[in-house]
């Protein structure tokens, strides 16, 4: 994760909101079932077809993906759905589904005209496979087989990729030494293929663990233990790191 998307431990960075609420606006709804609606429709998934012209694939790494490459300025000013519609929108201009110029057209002709009728489409068979995929849901789990490089007790070095894009190694986490606390049992993979990052096909998670002295040293209380879920991926023998 880049420095705007993980900012845990670092001192002087502002007021933190308490607010609780999921949803501040209405609109905030809507854009939340747009997300689902295009995680159900996904092409990698096993459900029944529907007439939705949706032909690509849109998992969690990608929403994720899409806000990870803002300028951390302009991540800043933007609430969280803003980031959300601004990811979609990008995604969509990206994989020909809609110019920019297209886009921008039918944006001010819903802005002057917030009740002009949206397009009649059969969302039936749509609905019916969202609620299956909210049922089901998209496993990360693999039935492959895998060899552990690791057990509980090994000392390990977290590894330190270069985040051109999306990571799911902890900022604060790279470099140090730490301990295996448990071998997940199977194999796993991330939404989406990451290879610079170390992540692509199936491979082994683990829990590491870390004294939090090692990461904030000399501001921590005393006896305090951080763990982490990680893949293999970004995990060496201290001999090779």
């Not at 459900?47 to 849109?58: A, D, Q, V």
């Not at 990571?167 to 939404?191: H, I, N, Q, W």
Request: glycine share 8%; with cysteine; aromatic share 12%.
């Amino acid at each position: 994760m880049k420095l705007q998307h993980h900012l845990g431990g670092l001192e002087a960075v502002g007021p933190v909101s308490t607010d609780i609420r999921v949803f501040v606006e209405d609109w905030e709804t809507r854009i939340f079932g747009i997300h689902s609606a295009m995680m159900a429709l996904s092409t990698q998934l096993d459900l029944p077809e529907t007439p939705s012209s949706f032909r690509t694939i849109w998992t969690w790494a990608d929403l994720r993906k899409g806000a990870e490459a803002m300028n951390p300025f302009e991540y800043f000013k933007y609430r969280y759905y803003e980031k959300w519609l601004g990811g979609i929108s990008g995604y969509f201009i990206e994989n020909d589904y809609i110019t920019e110029e297209e886009l921008d057209a039918l944006t001010e002709e819903y802005l002057a005209d917030p009740d002009k009728p949206l397009p009649e489409v059969n969302v039936a068979p749509i609905d019916e496979r969202v609620i299956q995929y909210l049922t089901v849901g998209d496993s990360p789990k693999r039935d492959v087989t895998v060899s552990y490089d690791f057990e509980a007790g090994d000392k390990v070095v977290v590894a330190d990729p270069p985040s051109v894009a999306h990571s799911r190694v902890p900022g604060f986490m790279r470099g140090l030494t730490c301990e295996v606390e448990k071998v997940y049992d199977g194999a796993y993979v991330y939404l989406c293929d990451i290879e610079e990052d170390g992540i692509g096909p199936a491979m082994p998670c683990y829990t590491v663990g870390v004294s939090a002295d090692e990461i904030w040293p000399n501001n921590v209380e005393p006896n305090v233990t951080v763990f982490a879920d990680l893949y293999a991926g970004y995990l060496k023998s201290p001999e090779y790191a």
